[in-house]
């Protein structure tokens, strides 16, 4: 049994290998919308503007309004949801395939995947990278300021009071009273030894 494979241009996704078994990668496969014309005017008027519209997003020249092979199939990869919408909800973005279309991209395998797309990931993440760099330098700049606002307040906390200026001018007037007091007394200390001096020279006069 062979698998499905998406018939979007340079998509080539499965949802089942070569032998029938289902491949893990959360992919589904959709058929292509039937023309119901025994429903209904309505109906039968939506369902075939869905299947030309379903004809028109896949882009294949061998797929037809007329001719659309059975093995054809659009994977949900190409699917805002990852499934089609309800067919009555013509104005759902899921109504027709729109994600990864492959337009204007050549058949050959080594062309890249769908790179409008993958370059608005990119142009999306820088976008994202960019916002979230501005966020944080803007939080780091306010929590900088107000650190050092706390910092400075820590500081002048921390930092010693100065005494009272007439604290300060009775300390230097103690110090100075006691400078004056040393000096009284060593002048008075010179001036009895002086003294003692002068007598000891008129008691050696005498004596002579």
């Known amino acids: 049994m062979g698998g499905r494979n998406c018939c ?4 080539r996704r499965r949802s089942h290998d070569h032998h029938g078994r289902k491949i893990p990668n959360g ?11 025994s429903e209904g005017a ?9 299947r030309e519209a379903w004809v028109a997003a896949v882009g294949r020249s061998d797929i037809t309004f007329d001719h659309v092979p059975a093995s054809m199939r659009v994977c949900s990869r190409h699917f805002h949801s990852g499934n089609p919408a309800y067919e009555m909800l013509e104005s759902d973005p899921d109504w027709v395939p729109s994600l990864h279309l492959g337009h204007g991209e050549g058949n050959g395998r080594r ?3 769908f790179p409008p797309p993958e370059q608005s990931k990119v142009e999306r993440r820088q976008r994202w990278t960019t916002e979230r760099r501005h966020e944080a ?3 780091h700049r306010e929590l900088g300021g107000g650190g050092t606002q706390d ?3 820590t500081t002048d906390a921390a930092r010693p009071t100065a005494p009272p200026w007439r604290e300060v001018k009775s300390l230097l007037q103690s110090v100075l009273q006691s400078k004056t007091n040393e000096t ?5 200390a010179k001036e009895e030894e002086d003294g003692a001096q002068l007598q000891k020279e ?3 006069l005498g004596h002579l």
């Open 8 to 11: 979007v241009k340079n998509c």
């Open 27 to 37: 992919l589904s496969i959709h058929c292509f919308p039937a023309w119901r014309q």
């Open 42 to 50: 309505q109906t039968s008027e939506l369902t075939r503007r869905r």
């Open 111 to 113: 062309s890249k995947r």
């Open 137 to 139: 330098r803007t939080t």
């Open 151 to 153: 910092s400075l307040q």
């Open 184 to 188: 009284d007394d060593c002048a008075a």
């Open 202 to 204: 008129k008691i050696s």
